[in-house]
């Protein structure tokens, strides 16, 4: 395959970058700091991308997306990580939900569902883990029973990302007991807004809006909110996987920021120890193994044939990334000046916060290790 995303990339990544110096403020650290003022300039920004069909680039147009290659939206993906995500919450609508929805959504879900993200109106959580199931997914409790013409949902989720925020949730439930755990789950697309919905959110260095506990007190919702078959879940979520783990290009802040490091420095970056310039060496040599590989996945997700493995092995090397190029930059910033390049130094210390999380969210890096074994073991057993 072809790594070089050409010229019409270049011309995007250009009015993206312009987009964002103008609308985007100078000293923005993402959508979930302790200033309400951050979320609503993502809400504009997202309104703004989805005027100029760049939110949703790649889906088709009669969903409401601007019909474009995935190599467009890999650069749109890029560009807004790269720069402290403007879309805040919303990405995860554009990256993952909505392609599940047009793959396994009723004509009806769809209609309902694919144009609010297109138009950058709406934003979704995931309810997957729970207190006593995260790695082991499958294990989970929150139970939906048949009642009527529809079903009854009660249990508790945790770690839902921006379910403060979120007018719907992407729910995960046991609906019967079969042969294997995976088995007799089902996918829920349910309103937020629902009183039988309660959320607590849980503070932590990622900011005050990011994680939370769900809980769902005979929360009911219909047959129409069912995605896909009823106890056949757990497939879905293996496609959710699939998108989910490439869906975030953290190698391209990874890469800003190590470039940016020198001339930020400047002077000060001629007294680093040689060690450390070289370990900086090798992360940017890093960075483009990450991306490599995840246009690997992206080529194979366009042809439908990614397996688990291959989402897995890059997601082990782009969180290792994330991690050691922190401490890289962690290790650089000590050389700075007090008071000097203030922006950078809080930009740095904001991508080491949320790089410890990387190896856990999405799946955590000894899950991934143990997907990509299987997956070696399997192909070398054929
Ligand atoms: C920033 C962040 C955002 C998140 N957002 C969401 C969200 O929006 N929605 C959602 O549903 N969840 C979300 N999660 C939850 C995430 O998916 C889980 O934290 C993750 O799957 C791990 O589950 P756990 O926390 O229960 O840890 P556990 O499964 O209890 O694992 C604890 C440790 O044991 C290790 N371990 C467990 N089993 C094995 C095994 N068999 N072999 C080897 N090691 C093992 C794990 O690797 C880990 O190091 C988020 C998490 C984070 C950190």
């Known amino acids: 395959m072809d790594f070089d995303l050409g010229e019409a990339a270049n011309t995007l990544r250009g009015e993206l970058r312009g987009l964002i110096a103008d609308q985007i403020p100078a000293g923005f650290l993402g959508a979930f700091t302790d200033d309400p003022a951050d979320l609503d300039v993502a809400q504009r920004f997202c309104r703004t991308l989805a005027q100029r069909h760049l939110l949703c680039m790649s889906w088709p147009t009669e969903f409401g997306g601007g019909g474009s290659s995935v190599w467009e939206q890999t650069v749109v993906r890029e560009e807004m990580w790269a720069h402290h995500e ?12 909505g392609p599940i929805i047009m793959r396994h959504g009723t004509e009806e879900q769809q209609r309902k569902h694919l144009p609010p993200i297109a138009n950058g109106e709406v934003i979704w959580c995931q309810g997957f883990s729970e207190p006593e199931a995260g790695s082991d997914l499958a294990s989970l409790r929150t139970s939906a029973r048949r009642e009527g013409d529809g ?25 019967s007991k079969g042969e294997k755990k995976q088995q007799g789950l089902t996918i829920f697309l349910v309103p937020m807004s629902d009183p039988a919905i309660t959320v607590r959110p849980i503070r932590t260095m990622m900011g005050p809006h990011h994680l939370n506990e769900v809980f769902f007190d005979e929360l009911k919702v219909t047959e129409a909110d069912v995605l896909g078959t009823v106890d056949q879940g757990w497939s879905i979520v293996q496609d959710v996987m699939s998108f989910e783990r490439v869906g975030i290009a953290r190698y391209a802040r990874c890469e800003k920021l190590l470039q940016a490091a020198p001339a930020v420095l400047g002077d000060a970056w001629d007294t680093l120890p040689a060690e450390l310039r070289g370990r900086w060496t090798r992360m940017l040599t890093h960075c483009r193994r990450a991306r490599l590989m995840a246009y690997r996945v992206v080529s194979l997700q366009s042809t439908g044939r990614v397996k688990p493995g291959d989402t897995a092995a890059y997601r082990i090397a782009v969180t290792k990334l994330d991690q050691d190029s922190a401490e890289v930059l962690m290790e650089i910033i000590a050389a700075l000046p007090r008071g000097e390049s203030e922006h950078f130094r809080q930009e740095v210390e904001d991508h080491w916060r949320y790089a410890q999380a990387s190896t856990v969210s999405s799946g955590s890096i000894e899950m991934q290790r143990i997907l990509l074994s299987r997956a070696m073991l399997t192909e070398a057993r054929a």
């Not at 403007?86 to 939900?97: E, F, I, L, S």
């Not at 508790?156 to 439930?173: D, G, N, R």
């Open 86 to 97: 403007p879309r805040g919450a919303q990405y995860m609508g554009v990256n993952w939900v």
């Open 151 to 175: 079903w009854r949902i009660n249990g508790q989720k945790i770690w839902t990302s921006y379910a403060t925020m979120a007018q719907w949730c992407f729910l995960l439930a046991r609906t």
